[in-house]
């Protein structure tokens, strides 16, 4: 994963206004961070700092997930060669690193870090002895395996070189400077004009110019894309004085599900149309997406099987073993960042096999969304928490919109009400949460419709509460994990009015002395006690409805418990690597 910043800029910028850039794009990951400015080099382990006024021309930042080493200083990038010369920060994975670290070591270069990334720093400096820049970066492009968005600096040089393939990367092309950077939040704020790399392209940078290349060093011309970003800093300014981003972001469901909505009926509407009638005159859908938009897309196939539609969904990094794919397939990637380096890679083998390519993102001019041939955009803002709230919201109600659209019987104009009236229980549902805070393991159970809204639930838990957590389908419990019910064993049973076999299993564990707290819409259950109550009849509304009460008993069993909520250990954002 990783995020990547380097500026060239007409007059000079302070080290703060760097790491400013670099924390915007922090969520990538967080483990250690560091920047060069011509002058100083500086690595830290941890989050980003904003400070210091070290002032320059040009200058790169990197934030870390760790890869290859471990979480320490001498792995932090940037990575400097031995002659001190070369200086760069990566985002990606070089695969053959060994093999080139090898040939650098017999040439006598001293590596200082466990990293894949620093051989890169060495292979400039080796191959700058005999080549010019550029044909290095094309030889680069040659010998390298594996991902890359690469960011250059040459000591005495005032350019950044830019290398891509398969790592996002942008140019924002801001007043007096001009950007690169992972994504474009980067400079959000700055300017509406950005360039993306495509795939195997390097590029030149001065601070008032920028030259693209291919692969092969042939000079290609690159359109200015101008960005929308009315919503995005919108929503930036409007952070209140919330403890988390996460209870923030939960709190935003009911204005991000109405905007988004509100769109499938208007700004979107044609691209929706286009939508409904690919999936009409498709033989199959197959979803490919990953964690949370992976629960999402099992919701997008119960809707669609629920109006005849036949949908599979796979999780996107085993799709090539399991799909079974052609031109009259229609594959739907769901992915909030549009970076998912596992649903890439499975729109890469749609590709191949000729199926038609739809997306469904909250992050527009992402990889996934110019890999497709329509991309709805969920409008759900930018989601500064890891844990994915807001936007699964907005996946799963959009998917119930598409849905809607084919047949299914919901009434969307007051779910935003509904989600409203729900978040009011919030003092309630934190007491729910305290019991469960207590365990080390907890079951939630649901049937039908609700059992990929019981796996969001426990996804949620095992990651921002550090509690053990499994979502299972109810009738499943009785061959095997009903062993591991035992007095007090906290179970999270989704009780669907219009499914009823799931109170058998509710009282199945119940009889073992499991803790139960029912999430259900059955107006008879609704005094039961440890019972969160949703008022709707509706299937597709309750297993939002339940997803949203899921949400919090994990923000405020996570928050009980003092985890890291936002940045929970070990994760990232937006996951770019196999
Ligand atoms: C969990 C979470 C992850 C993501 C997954 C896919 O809260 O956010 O499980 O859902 O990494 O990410 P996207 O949706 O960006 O493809």
Known sequence: MCGIVGIAAKKEFSSSFLLERLKRLEYRGYDSYGYYDTKNLEKFVGEVVVTGDNHTKLGVAHTRWATHGGVTVENAHPHVSCDGRIIIVHNGIIENFAELKKELIIQGHRFSSQTDSEVIAHYFESKLKHKDIKQVMVEFFRQAQGTFAVLVMIKGDEKLYALKKDSPMVLGLCKGMNMLASDIYAFSDLTDKAVFFENNEFAIITESS???????????????????????????????????????????????????????????????????????????????ACGTSYHASLLGAYYLHQVGVEAQTLIASEFKHYANIDKDTLVIAISQSGETMDVIDALKYAQEKKARIISIVNVLYSSIQRMSELSINILAGQERAVPSTKAFVNQATLLLRICQELGYKVNLSNLADKIKALLEQKEDIKKLAEQIAESKDAYIIGRGLTYPVAREIALKIK???????????????????????????????????????????????????????????????????????????????????AAIAGQLITYYAADYLGRPIDKPRNLAKSVTVK
């Open 210 to 288: 920028w030259k693209f290349f291919d692969k092969n060093g042939k000079a290609i011309n690159k359109s200015i894309k101008k960005i929308e970003w009315e919503n995005e800093e919108k929503e930036r300014a409007k952070k209140k004085d919330y403890k988390h981003f996460m209870l923030k972001e939960i709190e935003d469901e009911p204005g991000v599900v109405k905007r988004m909505l509100f769109s499938m009926d208007n700004e979107q509407k044609q691209v929706f149309n286009k939508v409904i009638k690919l999936i009409k005159s498709s033989k199959k859908i197959v979803f490919a």
């Open 463 to 545: 990651e921002t509460a550090y509690i053990h957590a499994e979502g299972m389908m109810g009738g499943e419990l009785k061959h095997g994990t009903i062993a591991l019910i035992e007095e007090g064993t906290p179970v999270i049973s989704l009780v669907n009015i219009n499914d009823p076999d799931i109170i058998s299993n509710t009282k199945e564990v119940e009889a073992r002395g499991a803790g139960v707290i029912m999430i259900t819409n059955n107006p008879a259950l609704r005094k039961e006690k440890n019972t969160v109550y949703i008022h709707t009849d509706n299937d597709g509304k309750f297993g939002i409805l």
